[in-house]
Protein backbone atom coordinates (compact mmCIF):
# COMPACT_ATOMS: atom_id res chain seq x y z
CA UNK A 1 0.00 0.00 0.00
CA UNK A 2 2.93 2.17 0.64
CA UNK A 3 4.61 1.71 -2.66
CA UNK A 4 1.36 2.24 -4.64
CA UNK A 5 0.81 5.61 -2.69
CA UNK A 6 3.89 6.27 -3.35
CA UNK A 7 4.18 5.47 -7.30
CA UNK A 8 0.71 7.32 -7.51
CA UNK A 9 2.16 10.39 -6.25
CA UNK A 10 4.99 10.71 -8.22
CA UNK A 11 2.99 9.88 -11.32
CA UNK A 12 1.00 13.12 -10.98
CA UNK A 13 4.23 15.48 -9.78
CA UNK A 14 6.16 15.70 -12.79
CA UNK A 15 9.27 17.13 -10.92
CA UNK A 16 10.11 14.03 -9.56
CA UNK A 17 12.02 11.92 -9.76
CA UNK A 18 14.65 13.93 -9.69
CA UNK A 19 16.57 11.33 -10.33
CA UNK A 20 16.92 8.34 -12.75
CA UNK A 21 13.00 8.81 -13.19
CA UNK A 22 12.82 5.38 -15.06
CA UNK A 23 15.11 3.42 -13.06
CA UNK A 24 12.89 4.77 -10.12
CA UNK A 25 9.17 3.65 -11.96
CA UNK A 26 10.60 0.11 -13.01
CA UNK A 27 12.19 -0.04 -9.14
CA UNK A 28 9.16 1.10 -7.09
CA UNK A 29 6.75 -1.08 -9.82
CA UNK A 30 9.27 -4.10 -9.14
CA UNK A 31 8.61 -3.70 -4.97
CA UNK A 32 5.45 -3.30 -5.39
CA UNK A 33 5.21 -6.67 -6.93
CA UNK A 34 7.38 -8.31 -4.64
CA UNK A 35 5.15 -6.95 -1.74
CA UNK A 36 2.14 -8.57 -3.08
CA UNK A 37 4.07 -11.65 -3.73
CA UNK A 38 4.70 -12.02 -0.31
CA UNK A 39 1.42 -11.27 1.38
CA UNK A 40 -0.13 -14.08 -0.46
CA UNK A 41 2.40 -16.26 0.22
CA UNK A 42 2.82 -15.47 4.15
CA UNK A 43 -1.07 -14.68 4.84
CA UNK A 44 -1.55 -18.09 5.73
CA UNK A 45 1.55 -19.27 6.24
CA UNK A 46 3.47 -18.61 9.62
CA UNK A 47 6.68 -21.04 8.86
CA UNK A 48 7.40 -18.43 5.60
CA UNK A 49 6.51 -15.92 7.56
CA UNK A 50 8.92 -16.34 9.62
CA UNK A 51 11.55 -17.91 6.99
CA UNK A 52 11.40 -14.60 5.20
CA UNK A 53 11.45 -11.96 7.62
CA UNK A 54 15.25 -11.01 7.61
CA UNK A 55 15.79 -11.37 3.60
CA UNK A 56 12.42 -8.61 3.57
CA UNK A 57 13.84 -6.77 5.91
CA UNK A 58 16.96 -6.24 3.99
CA UNK A 59 14.20 -5.28 1.23
CA UNK A 60 12.67 -2.61 2.80
CA UNK A 61 15.96 -1.23 3.94
CA UNK A 62 16.88 -1.16 0.02
CA UNK A 63 13.84 0.41 -0.86
CA UNK A 64 14.16 3.52 1.90
CA UNK A 65 18.39 4.20 0.21
CA UNK A 66 16.84 3.69 -3.00
CA UNK A 67 13.89 6.64 -2.59
CA UNK A 68 15.75 8.52 -0.47
CA UNK A 69 18.81 9.08 -3.69
CA UNK A 70 15.23 9.46 -6.42
CA UNK A 71 12.99 11.82 -4.64
CA UNK A 72 13.86 15.05 -2.94
CA UNK A 73 10.55 16.97 -2.74
CA UNK A 74 7.36 16.94 -1.07
CA UNK A 75 6.02 13.56 -2.21
CA UNK A 76 9.33 12.01 -0.93
CA UNK A 77 7.71 9.36 1.18
CA UNK A 78 11.54 8.69 2.92
CA UNK A 79 9.94 9.13 6.66
CA UNK A 80 7.27 6.59 6.35
CA UNK A 81 9.78 4.06 4.41
CA UNK A 82 12.19 4.69 7.14
CA UNK A 83 9.63 3.83 9.88
CA UNK A 84 8.33 0.48 7.81
CA UNK A 85 11.65 -1.49 8.63
CA UNK A 86 12.10 0.40 12.15
CA UNK A 87 8.73 -0.61 13.27
CA UNK A 88 9.20 -4.50 11.88
CA UNK A 89 12.74 -4.67 13.75
CA UNK A 90 10.89 -3.70 16.72
CA UNK A 91 7.70 -5.68 16.40
CA UNK A 92 9.78 -9.12 15.65
CA UNK A 93 12.79 -9.00 17.19
CA UNK A 94 13.72 -6.43 19.92
CA UNK A 95 16.02 -3.38 20.53
CA UNK A 96 19.21 -4.21 19.82
CA UNK A 97 17.88 -5.31 16.12
CA UNK A 98 15.95 -2.04 15.93
CA UNK A 99 19.07 -0.20 16.83
CA UNK A 100 21.70 -2.32 14.50
CA UNK A 101 18.67 -1.14 11.87
CA UNK A 102 18.52 2.36 12.79
CA UNK A 103 22.52 2.72 12.24
CA UNK A 104 22.15 1.16 8.53
CA UNK A 105 19.27 3.37 7.68
CA UNK A 106 20.68 6.77 9.13
CA UNK A 107 24.17 5.52 7.10
CA UNK A 108 22.42 4.86 3.95
CA UNK A 109 20.49 8.43 4.42
CA UNK A 110 23.44 10.24 4.70
CA UNK A 111 25.47 8.22 1.76
CA UNK A 112 22.92 9.26 -0.11
CA UNK A 113 22.55 12.52 0.96
CA UNK A 114 26.48 13.05 0.51
CA UNK A 115 25.69 11.66 -3.59
CA UNK A 116 23.47 14.55 -4.65
CA UNK A 117 25.06 16.71 -2.49
CA UNK A 118 26.46 18.75 -5.85
CA UNK A 119 22.90 18.87 -7.39
CA UNK A 120 20.93 21.85 -7.92
CA UNK A 121 18.17 20.26 -6.34
CA UNK A 122 19.92 19.63 -3.21
CA UNK A 123 18.68 21.62 -0.22
CA UNK A 124 21.34 21.47 2.96
CA UNK A 125 19.06 22.47 5.60
CA UNK A 126 15.97 20.35 4.68
CA UNK A 127 19.11 17.53 4.68
CA UNK A 128 19.95 18.38 7.91
CA UNK A 129 16.08 18.84 9.70
CA UNK A 130 15.29 15.07 8.12
CA UNK A 131 18.52 13.80 9.67
CA UNK A 132 17.67 15.06 13.24
CA UNK A 133 14.38 13.61 13.16
CA UNK A 134 15.33 10.38 11.89
CA UNK A 135 17.62 10.06 14.77
CA UNK A 136 15.17 11.28 17.13
CA UNK A 137 12.27 8.70 15.73
CA UNK A 138 15.00 6.00 16.27
CA UNK A 139 15.93 6.86 19.33
CA UNK A 140 12.30 6.51 20.02
CA UNK A 141 11.67 3.49 18.64
CA UNK A 142 14.23 1.42 20.16
CA UNK A 143 13.14 2.66 23.26
CA UNK A 144 9.87 1.07 22.37
CA UNK A 145 11.79 -2.18 21.45
CA UNK A 146 13.31 -2.11 24.85
CA UNK A 147 10.08 -1.71 26.77
CA UNK A 148 8.07 -4.20 24.41
CA UNK A 149 9.05 -7.06 26.33
CA UNK A 150 7.43 -5.50 29.80
CA UNK A 151 4.20 -5.02 27.88
CA UNK A 152 1.60 -7.54 27.89
CA UNK A 153 0.09 -7.57 24.66
CA UNK A 154 -3.29 -9.51 24.85
CA UNK A 155 -4.43 -9.61 28.33
CA UNK A 156 -3.52 -9.51 32.25
CA UNK A 157 -4.10 -11.54 34.81
CA UNK A 158 -6.18 -9.37 36.85
CA UNK A 159 -9.03 -9.74 34.00
CA UNK A 160 -9.18 -13.45 34.05
CA UNK A 161 -11.96 -13.28 36.95
CA UNK A 162 -14.17 -11.77 34.35
CA UNK A 163 -12.56 -13.97 31.31
CA UNK A 164 -13.53 -17.80 32.90
CA UNK A 165 -16.73 -19.12 32.67
CA UNK A 166 -18.99 -20.61 35.23
CA UNK A 167 -17.66 -24.35 35.10
CA UNK A 168 -16.97 -25.87 38.13
CA UNK A 169 -14.17 -28.06 36.42
CA UNK A 170 -11.04 -25.86 36.47
CA UNK A 171 -9.34 -27.49 33.75
CA UNK A 172 -12.79 -26.95 31.42
CA UNK A 173 -12.74 -23.47 33.11
CA UNK A 174 -8.82 -22.45 32.04
CA UNK A 175 -9.23 -24.20 28.59
CA UNK A 176 -12.29 -22.43 27.91
CA UNK A 177 -10.38 -19.09 28.76
CA UNK A 178 -7.10 -20.15 26.64
CA UNK A 179 -9.48 -20.87 23.73
CA UNK A 180 -11.40 -17.97 24.18
CA UNK A 181 -8.44 -15.60 23.93
CA UNK A 182 -6.90 -17.01 20.92
CA UNK A 183 -9.84 -17.61 18.71
CA UNK A 184 -9.91 -21.50 18.49
CA UNK A 185 -12.09 -23.69 17.73
CA UNK A 186 -10.72 -26.72 19.48
CA UNK A 187 -7.88 -27.47 22.31
CA UNK A 188 -6.63 -29.62 25.27
CA UNK A 189 -5.43 -29.33 28.27
CA UNK A 190 -3.40 -31.98 29.97
CA UNK A 191 -1.22 -32.77 33.35
CA UNK A 192 0.87 -35.01 34.66
CA UNK A 193 3.19 -35.36 37.93
CA UNK A 194 5.90 -34.66 36.06
CA UNK A 195 6.71 -32.72 32.65
CA UNK A 196 7.80 -36.66 30.87
CA UNK A 197 5.27 -39.17 32.60
CA UNK A 198 1.86 -39.74 31.33
CA UNK A 199 -1.15 -36.77 31.63
CA UNK A 200 -4.50 -36.71 31.38
CA UNK A 201 -7.00 -34.01 31.39
CA UNK A 202 -9.59 -32.67 29.08
CA UNK A 203 -10.29 -31.74 24.79
CA UNK A 204 -12.88 -29.85 23.18
CA UNK A 205 -13.01 -30.51 19.10
CA UNK A 206 -15.53 -28.18 17.96
CA UNK A 207 -17.36 -28.18 20.82
CA UNK A 208 -17.51 -31.74 21.57
CA UNK A 209 -15.30 -32.31 25.02
CA UNK A 210 -13.95 -35.90 26.00
CA UNK A 211 -10.99 -36.52 28.53
CA UNK A 212 -8.13 -37.62 27.01
CA UNK A 213 -4.85 -39.78 28.88
CA UNK A 214 -1.62 -39.69 27.08
CA UNK A 215 0.89 -42.17 28.34
CA UNK A 216 4.32 -40.65 26.81
CA UNK A 217 5.33 -37.07 26.88
CA UNK A 218 3.48 -34.62 24.21
CA UNK A 219 6.79 -31.83 24.15
CA UNK A 220 10.34 -32.97 24.22
CA UNK A 221 11.65 -29.27 23.29
CA UNK A 222 13.33 -27.11 25.51
CA UNK A 223 11.41 -24.26 24.75
CA UNK A 224 7.74 -22.71 26.42
CA UNK A 225 5.67 -22.46 23.34
CA UNK A 226 5.83 -24.06 19.89
CA UNK A 227 3.94 -23.72 16.84
CA UNK A 228 3.34 -26.41 14.72
CA UNK A 229 2.08 -28.18 11.36
CA UNK A 230 2.30 -31.82 11.49
CA UNK A 231 1.49 -32.15 7.54
CA UNK A 232 4.61 -30.30 6.68
CA UNK A 233 6.47 -31.38 9.57
CA UNK A 234 7.44 -27.58 11.05
CA UNK A 235 7.31 -26.31 13.91
CA UNK A 236 8.65 -23.16 14.97
CA UNK A 237 10.24 -21.51 18.03
CA UNK A 238 11.14 -18.63 19.61
CA UNK A 239 14.46 -17.73 21.61
CA UNK A 240 15.10 -15.47 24.77
CA UNK A 241 16.74 -13.14 22.70
CA UNK A 242 13.80 -13.50 19.90
CA UNK A 243 15.68 -15.23 17.02
CA UNK A 244 13.62 -17.85 15.88
CA UNK A 245 14.24 -21.64 16.21
CA UNK A 246 13.19 -23.51 13.39
CA UNK A 247 12.55 -27.47 13.64
CA UNK A 248 11.26 -30.28 12.49
CA UNK A 249 7.87 -31.61 14.70
CA UNK A 250 8.37 -34.82 14.51
CA UNK A 251 11.63 -34.49 16.33
CA UNK A 252 9.98 -32.14 19.29
CA UNK A 253 6.36 -33.22 19.61
CA UNK A 254 4.58 -36.38 20.30
CA UNK A 255 2.98 -35.96 16.63
CA UNK A 256 0.99 -39.67 17.17
CA UNK A 257 -0.71 -38.27 20.11
CA UNK A 258 -1.57 -35.01 18.42
CA UNK A 259 -2.79 -36.43 15.17
CA UNK A 260 -5.40 -38.55 18.18
CA UNK A 261 -6.56 -34.97 19.32
CA UNK A 262 -7.40 -34.17 15.91
CA UNK A 263 -4.53 -31.75 15.98
CA UNK A 264 -2.61 -30.87 12.83
CA UNK A 265 -1.76 -27.18 12.59
CA UNK A 266 -1.89 -25.00 15.75
CA UNK A 267 0.00 -23.61 19.17
CA UNK A 268 1.31 -26.21 22.07
CA UNK A 269 2.27 -24.35 25.39
CA UNK A 270 3.78 -25.61 28.57
CA UNK A 271 2.25 -25.24 31.92
CA UNK A 272 4.40 -24.86 34.33
CA UNK A 273 3.36 -23.90 38.04
CA UNK A 274 3.47 -24.74 41.36
CA UNK A 275 1.13 -27.48 41.71
CA UNK A 276 0.95 -28.54 37.93
CA UNK A 277 2.88 -29.31 35.07
CA UNK A 278 1.51 -30.14 31.50
CA UNK A 279 0.43 -29.00 28.00
CA UNK A 280 -1.73 -26.47 26.71
CA UNK A 281 -2.62 -27.38 23.00
CA UNK A 282 -4.93 -24.91 20.75
CA UNK A 283 -5.74 -25.46 16.79
CA UNK A 284 -8.13 -25.08 14.40
CA UNK A 285 -7.44 -21.15 15.17
CA UNK A 286 -8.21 -18.83 12.17
CA UNK A 287 -5.18 -16.16 12.28
CA UNK A 288 -2.20 -18.42 13.17
CA UNK A 289 0.94 -16.49 12.57
CA UNK A 290 3.71 -15.89 14.49
CA UNK A 291 2.55 -13.59 17.24
CA UNK A 292 0.44 -16.73 18.95
CA UNK A 293 4.38 -17.68 20.01
CA UNK A 294 3.81 -14.48 22.05
CA UNK A 295 0.40 -15.17 22.88
CA UNK A 296 1.47 -18.94 24.01
CA UNK A 297 3.93 -17.50 26.93
CA UNK A 298 0.48 -15.31 28.50
CA UNK A 299 -1.78 -18.06 27.78
CA UNK A 300 0.56 -20.84 29.97
CA UNK A 301 0.95 -17.98 32.73
CA UNK A 302 -3.19 -17.50 32.28
CA UNK A 303 -3.80 -21.39 32.80
CA UNK A 304 -1.38 -21.76 35.50
CA UNK A 305 -2.89 -18.65 36.95
CA UNK A 306 -6.70 -20.59 37.34
CA UNK A 307 -4.98 -23.92 37.81
CA UNK A 308 -3.44 -22.62 41.13
CA UNK A 309 -6.72 -19.97 41.83
CA UNK A 310 -8.89 -23.18 41.95
CA UNK A 311 -6.09 -24.91 44.08
CA UNK A 312 -6.08 -22.07 46.36
CA UNK A 313 -9.89 -21.56 46.81
CA UNK A 314 -9.98 -25.25 47.31
CA UNK A 315 -7.40 -25.20 50.09
CA UNK A 316 -9.62 -22.30 51.40
CA UNK A 317 -12.59 -24.33 51.65
CA UNK A 318 -10.61 -27.41 53.27
CA UNK A 319 -9.23 -24.94 56.12
CA UNK A 320 -12.61 -23.53 56.61
CA UNK A 321 -13.92 -27.02 56.84
CA UNK A 322 -11.21 -27.97 59.20
CA UNK A 323 -11.25 -25.18 61.16
CA UNK A 324 -15.26 -25.56 61.73
CA UNK A 325 -15.08 -29.20 62.84
CA UNK A 326 -12.51 -28.35 65.29
CA UNK A 327 -14.48 -25.74 66.47
CA UNK A 328 -17.46 -28.31 66.65
CA UNK A 329 -14.93 -30.93 68.21
CA UNK A 330 -14.20 -28.72 71.26
CA UNK A 331 -18.15 -27.02 71.28
CA UNK A 332 -19.01 -30.60 71.85
CA UNK A 333 -16.38 -31.38 74.12
CA UNK A 334 -16.84 -28.00 76.25
CA UNK A 335 -20.61 -28.57 76.41
CA UNK A 336 -22.15 -32.48 76.17
CA UNK A 337 -18.98 -34.01 77.30
CA UNK A 338 -18.76 -31.90 80.33
CA UNK A 339 -22.37 -32.26 81.11
CA UNK A 340 -22.19 -36.18 80.79
CA UNK A 341 -19.51 -35.90 83.43
CA UNK A 342 -20.94 -33.34 85.75
CA UNK A 343 -24.10 -36.03 85.33
CA UNK A 344 -22.27 -39.27 85.92
CA UNK A 345 -21.18 -37.19 89.11
CA UNK A 346 -24.40 -36.66 90.31
CA UNK A 347 -25.19 -40.48 89.50
CA UNK A 348 -22.46 -41.76 91.47
CA UNK A 349 -23.38 -39.33 94.39
CA UNK A 350 -26.98 -41.00 94.09
CA UNK A 351 -25.56 -44.76 94.47
CA UNK A 352 -23.41 -43.82 97.10
CA UNK A 353 -26.87 -42.17 99.12
CA UNK A 354 -29.38 -45.09 97.90
CA UNK A 355 -26.47 -47.12 99.66
CA UNK A 356 -26.62 -46.04 102.97
CA UNK A 357 -30.33 -45.41 102.78
CA UNK A 358 -31.06 -42.15 101.90
CA UNK A 359 -33.94 -40.85 99.39
CA UNK A 360 -32.81 -39.88 96.02
CA UNK A 361 -35.85 -39.15 94.41
CA UNK A 362 -35.48 -35.64 94.83
CA UNK A 363 -32.05 -35.86 93.14
CA UNK A 364 -33.29 -38.04 90.16
CA UNK A 365 -35.76 -34.59 89.57
CA UNK A 366 -33.06 -32.24 89.83
CA UNK A 367 -30.79 -34.21 87.35
CA UNK A 368 -34.07 -34.55 85.07
CA UNK A 369 -34.32 -30.85 85.51
CA UNK A 370 -30.92 -30.34 84.53
CA UNK A 371 -31.38 -32.41 81.22
CA UNK A 372 -33.89 -30.76 79.95
CA UNK A 373 -32.29 -27.39 80.67
CA UNK A 374 -29.28 -28.54 79.01
CA UNK A 375 -31.98 -29.62 76.16
CA UNK A 376 -32.72 -26.30 76.24
CA UNK A 377 -29.27 -24.80 75.56
CA UNK A 378 -27.92 -27.17 73.02
CA UNK A 379 -31.09 -25.65 71.14
CA UNK A 380 -29.73 -22.17 72.04
CA UNK A 381 -26.33 -23.25 70.81
CA UNK A 382 -27.81 -24.02 67.74
CA UNK A 383 -30.09 -21.17 66.97
CA UNK A 384 -26.78 -18.44 68.31
CA UNK A 385 -24.64 -20.15 65.65
CA UNK A 386 -27.11 -18.85 62.88
CA UNK A 387 -27.70 -15.58 64.39
CA UNK A 388 -25.33 -12.86 62.42
CA UNK A 389 -25.77 -10.44 65.11
CA UNK A 390 -24.35 -9.98 68.72
CA UNK A 391 -24.91 -8.99 72.36
CA UNK A 392 -24.89 -6.07 74.60
CA UNK A 393 -22.80 -6.86 77.49
CA UNK A 394 -25.77 -6.97 80.05
CA UNK A 395 -27.72 -9.26 78.06
CA UNK A 396 -24.41 -11.33 77.51
CA UNK A 397 -24.01 -11.43 81.84
CA UNK A 398 -27.39 -12.49 82.12
CA UNK A 399 -26.72 -16.02 80.04
CA UNK A 400 -23.15 -16.39 81.81
CA UNK A 401 -25.09 -16.06 85.10
CA UNK A 402 -27.96 -18.73 83.73
CA UNK A 403 -25.13 -20.95 83.18
CA UNK A 404 -23.28 -20.28 86.52
CA UNK A 405 -26.43 -21.35 88.08
CA UNK A 406 -26.80 -25.05 86.20
CA UNK A 407 -23.29 -25.52 86.58
CA UNK A 408 -23.39 -24.90 90.19
CA UNK A 409 -26.32 -27.67 90.44
CA UNK A 410 -24.57 -29.86 87.99
CA UNK A 411 -21.48 -29.92 89.97
CA UNK A 412 -22.74 -29.32 92.97
CA UNK A 413 -20.87 -26.03 93.94
CA UNK A 414 -21.51 -22.47 94.03
CA UNK A 415 -20.74 -20.91 91.37
CA UNK A 416 -21.18 -16.78 90.80
CA UNK A 417 -21.00 -14.46 87.88
CA UNK A 418 -19.93 -10.76 88.94
CA UNK A 419 -19.80 -8.11 86.12
CA UNK A 420 -17.64 -5.07 86.74
CA UNK A 421 -19.25 -3.03 83.65
CA UNK A 422 -22.65 -2.84 81.83
CA UNK A 423 -21.49 -1.20 78.57
CA UNK A 424 -20.06 -3.35 75.89
CA UNK A 425 -21.23 -5.45 72.63
CA UNK A 426 -19.80 -9.26 72.59
CA UNK A 427 -19.53 -10.72 69.29
CA UNK A 428 -21.84 -13.97 69.27
CA UNK A 429 -18.80 -16.08 68.00
CA UNK A 430 -17.26 -14.75 71.38
CA UNK A 431 -19.95 -15.07 73.62
CA UNK A 432 -20.20 -18.95 72.38
CA UNK A 433 -16.73 -19.16 73.51
CA UNK A 434 -16.88 -17.88 77.04
CA UNK A 435 -19.50 -20.35 77.34
CA UNK A 436 -17.84 -22.87 76.45
CA UNK A 437 -14.74 -22.08 78.50
CA UNK A 438 -16.93 -21.64 81.70
CA UNK A 439 -17.66 -24.30 81.74
CA UNK A 440 -14.50 -26.11 81.05
CA UNK A 441 -12.90 -24.00 84.13
CA UNK A 442 -15.55 -24.80 86.32
CA UNK A 443 -15.37 -28.87 85.61
CA UNK A 444 -11.81 -28.54 85.58
CA UNK A 445 -12.17 -27.00 88.90
CA UNK A 446 -14.43 -29.86 90.46
CA UNK A 447 -12.64 -32.39 88.77
CA UNK A 448 -9.01 -31.88 89.26
CA UNK A 449 -9.20 -29.47 92.11
CA UNK A 450 -12.24 -30.80 93.98
CA UNK A 451 -13.48 -27.14 94.35
CA UNK A 452 -16.88 -26.43 96.13
CA UNK A 453 -16.68 -22.52 95.33
CA UNK A 454 -16.31 -20.50 91.28
CA UNK A 455 -16.02 -17.07 91.52
CA UNK A 456 -16.60 -15.55 87.94
CA UNK A 457 -15.42 -11.65 87.17
CA UNK A 458 -16.56 -10.88 83.55
CA UNK A 459 -15.24 -7.07 81.93
CA UNK A 460 -14.43 -5.19 79.02
CA UNK A 461 -11.14 -3.04 78.88
CA UNK A 462 -9.49 -1.58 75.98
CA UNK A 463 -11.31 -3.24 73.69
CA UNK A 464 -10.95 -6.76 75.37
CA UNK A 465 -13.24 -8.78 77.09
CA UNK A 466 -11.57 -10.42 80.13
CA UNK A 467 -13.10 -13.33 82.00
CA UNK A 468 -11.13 -14.06 85.71
CA UNK A 469 -11.91 -17.30 87.10
CA UNK A 470 -11.08 -18.35 90.75
CA UNK A 471 -11.72 -21.31 92.71
CA UNK A 472 -11.07 -23.00 96.28
CA UNK A 473 -9.72 -25.97 94.99
CA UNK A 474 -6.24 -27.87 95.85
CA UNK A 475 -4.87 -26.47 92.61
CA UNK A 476 -3.77 -29.03 89.48
CA UNK A 477 0.22 -29.36 89.22
CA UNK A 478 2.62 -31.73 87.70
CA UNK A 479 3.42 -34.92 88.27
CA UNK A 480 6.50 -33.76 90.65
CA UNK A 481 4.44 -31.05 91.66
CA UNK A 482 6.19 -28.49 89.57
CA UNK A 483 4.49 -24.94 87.72
CA UNK A 484 1.12 -25.21 87.38
CA UNK A 485 -0.40 -27.46 84.22
CA UNK A 486 -2.16 -24.84 81.61
CA UNK A 487 -5.19 -26.82 80.78
CA UNK A 488 -4.91 -27.43 76.80
CA UNK A 489 -8.59 -27.45 75.55
CA UNK A 490 -8.89 -23.78 77.32
CA UNK A 491 -5.59 -23.25 75.95
CA UNK A 492 -6.80 -24.50 72.27
CA UNK A 493 -9.54 -22.02 72.64
CA UNK A 494 -8.21 -18.95 73.51
CA UNK A 495 -5.20 -19.32 70.69
CA UNK A 496 -7.67 -19.39 68.35
CA UNK A 497 -9.43 -16.37 69.59
CA UNK A 498 -6.16 -14.58 69.35
CA UNK A 499 -6.20 -14.42 73.45
CA UNK A 500 -4.07 -14.62 76.21
CA UNK A 501 -4.28 -17.04 79.03
CA UNK A 502 -2.20 -16.96 82.52
CA UNK A 503 -2.49 -19.14 85.48
CA UNK A 504 -1.84 -18.80 89.02
CA UNK A 505 -2.28 -22.07 91.28
CA UNK A 506 -1.06 -23.48 94.75
CA UNK A 507 -2.98 -25.90 97.55
CA UNK A 508 -5.70 -23.60 98.57
CA UNK A 509 -6.96 -21.64 95.46
CA UNK A 510 -6.39 -21.00 91.70
CA UNK A 511 -6.73 -18.19 89.88
CA UNK A 512 -7.09 -18.33 85.76
CA UNK A 513 -6.77 -14.79 83.71
CA UNK A 514 -8.45 -14.81 80.09
CA UNK A 515 -8.51 -11.50 77.90
CA UNK A 516 -9.89 -11.99 74.38
CA UNK A 517 -10.01 -9.45 71.62
CA UNK A 518 -13.44 -7.76 70.60
CA UNK A 519 -12.78 -7.33 67.17
CA UNK A 520 -15.39 -6.80 65.08
CA UNK A 521 -17.55 -5.85 67.78
CA UNK A 522 -19.55 -3.75 66.50
CA UNK A 523 -23.79 -4.72 65.86
Same mark, same amino acid.
Given at each position: ?39 ? /? ?15 ? %? ?60 ? &? ?18 ? /? ?68 ? &? ?31 ? &? ?48 ? /? ?103 VEEFRTLAARLG ?5 DCRVHADSADGF ?49 ? %? ?41 LRGANP
Amino acid at each position: MLALLFLVSIWFDQSQPTHFAAQTYTFILLYVLVALTLAL /LTWRNWWLDARIAIPAH %FVDMGVFTAIVFSTNGYTSPFFLFFLLPLLSAAIRWGWRETALTSAALVLFYLTAGLLVSGS &QTFELQRFIVRSGHLLILSA /LLIWFGVHQQFTRLFFGVDEIDRRIGRSEDPIRQALDLAMSAAHARSGALLLGATQDGPSAGLAVDHGIE &QPVTLDLPLFRAAESKLLFDLKADHALARREDG &QYRFLSAASVLGTDALRGLGAQEGLVARIHTAAHRGWLVLWDIGDLSVDF /LELGVELGSAVGVVLERNALLSAIEEGAAARTRLSLARDVHDNVVQFLAGAAFRVEAMIRASRTGNEVEPDLKELKGLLIEEQGEIRSFVSALRRERGLELTEAVEEFRTLAARLGRQWSIDCRVHADSADGFIPIRLQLDVQQLLREAVANAVRHGGASEVDVELGVDDGQLRLEVTDNGSG %FFTANGGTPIKPWSLKERVDRAQGSLSLRSDSASTNILITLPLRGANP
